[in-house]
């Protein structure tokens, strides 16, 4: 039946398909009244409408013209903020990412939902704005990446950091940081300390429940949609919506909430775009297998020697954001360098990077924060999720993207996935 199903959908995504590559060939200035030219502004829908997805609405240079949510509440709200306008209303994504009319599909869904969807739309000619962390998993990573070049599509991944605003407790954007690190100041290799005496909170409210009541589903959910690919479990509110983060099932606490956001610009600032780290090691109570726990260190280490720490119950008060051979960097940009930032004046700036996706999105080019370097970031997030689930240190080949001699680890680089659910 799995496999019928699975057919039914690409059947179905292959037949919107051909109509979509008809119906496109006509002029955009036909299809109807207010309906505006890509040069002018882009038309978006968001599927997930909860409180992230609503917040994500009045993107300059993009109108939302479609929505999709799984409760009807949800919609609801999101009808009433955006005063109706003629946007329309699914709770099934299929058939928002056939629309004709729709140029980007912006995904605000529980992480469980994120590959499956992007892939989805990608392979239906859309452009994609997903919501971190990019895939629940490092082989939905792996198939999203292929889906998104296969189809030549623009995929952004909505976390900032490494190219705008203040980056939590450093007291600057990551600019300057680069800046440092790729002008040798600092020395090589670099070991980075993320906690929350460097800046950075592990919100280690998110954790699961265990032993939870089974409660009567609300009217207006359709909880078998919510759950989609992860397995059936009886219904409690505290699985779904605001809560969902403490159970792996969905995501991965709060190193699945933050971990993107906090790693993906060390990636980038340490030159990791292209690889993965060669080991991880956790330090952490033994993880329920439903809910999340929480953990008190997670070491990721690089070919290089490079390393990155999540220290998640501050144990080291006095440590340095970013430690080389030759001197450290604190929160607020402080340094055990004299006169650094005179001495950073002399150096180069990071490369430029595109950072406007409706500019990407119309002239066809690469957004700073991609399927390809997103997918690196994500993968650091997973791998530290199957470190901590199977409570033992791994060995990882960043170039086959697979743990290294490890049948257990190796189990988890793809979750099963309920029947119809493929990607």
Not at 34 to 40: E, F
Not at 381 to 410: C, H, M, T, W, Y
């Amino acid at each position: 039946m799995a496999k019928q199903n699975s057919d039914s959908r690409r059947a179905f995504l292959r037949n919107s398909l051909g109509a979509l590559a008809a119906f496109t060939i006509v002029p955009r200035h036909v299809l109807g009244r207010g309906y505006l030219a890509p040069s002018d502004q882009l038309t978006k829908a968001v599927i997930g409408t909860g409180g992230m997805g609503r917040g994500h609405f009045g993107y300059a240079g993009t109108r939302v013209v479609a929505i999709c949510d799984v409760d009807r509440s949800h919609l609801t709200l999101a009808m009433d903020q955006l005063k109706d306008n003629g946007v329309k209303t699914f709770s099934d994504y299929r058939e928002v990412i056939t629309l004709p009319e729709v140029d980007i599909v912006h995904i605000a869904t529980p992480p469980h939902w994120h590959g499956i969807i992007a892939a989805d739309a990608a392979r239906a000619g859309k452009d994609v704005w997903c919501e971190k962390p990019m895939t629940a998993t490092i082989g939905e990573g792996k198939r999203l990446v292929e889906a998104v070049q296969q189809h030549g599509r623009i995929f952004r991944l909505n976390t900032w950091f490494r190219f705008e605003d203040n980056f939590y407790g450093m007291g600057t954007t990551v600019k300057p940081i680069k800046k440092l690190v790729e002008s040798g100041l600092l020395g090589w290799p670099l070991k980075v300390t993320i906690s929350k005496h460097t800046g950075f909170d592990w919100k280690f409210y998110w954790v699961g429940k265990t032993n939870m009541e089974t409660m009567p589903v609300p009217k207006e959910l359709d909880y078998d949609m919510w759950l989609g690919p992860a397995p059936y479990r009886p219904y409690n509110p505290h699985r779904v919506h605001q809560t969902f983060r403490g159970y792996w099932d969905y995501d991965g606490g709060g190193l699945g909430d933050m971990g993107q956001h906090y790693m993906d610009p060390v990636q980038y600032f340490l030159g990791k775009d292209n690889t993965s780290p060669v080991s991880v090691e956790v330090d952490a109570p033994q993880q329920h297998p439903d809910a999340v726990g929480t953990w008190r260190r997670i070491t990721y280490t690089y070919a290089d020697g490079c390393q990155i720490i999540l220290d998640g119950e501050g144990t080291d008060e006095k440590a340095a954001y970013i430690e080389g051979p030759n001197g450290k960097l604190y929160p607020g940009f402080r340094s055990d360098i004299p006169d650094l930032e005179k001495k950073l004046a002399s150096f180069p700036d990071p490369a430029p990077q595109q950072t406007d996706f409706v500019d990407a999105v119309k002239n066809r080019r690469k957004f700073a924060l991609n399927e390809e370097n997103g997918h690196r970031s994500c993968t650091l997030v997973n791998l530290g999720k199957v470190a901590l689930r199977l409570n033992r240190s791994l060995k990882f080949d960043p170039v086959k993207q697979e743990f290294i001699d490890d049948a257990g680890a190796n189990s988890l680089i793809f979750q099963p996935m309920r029947g119809p659910w493929t990607i």
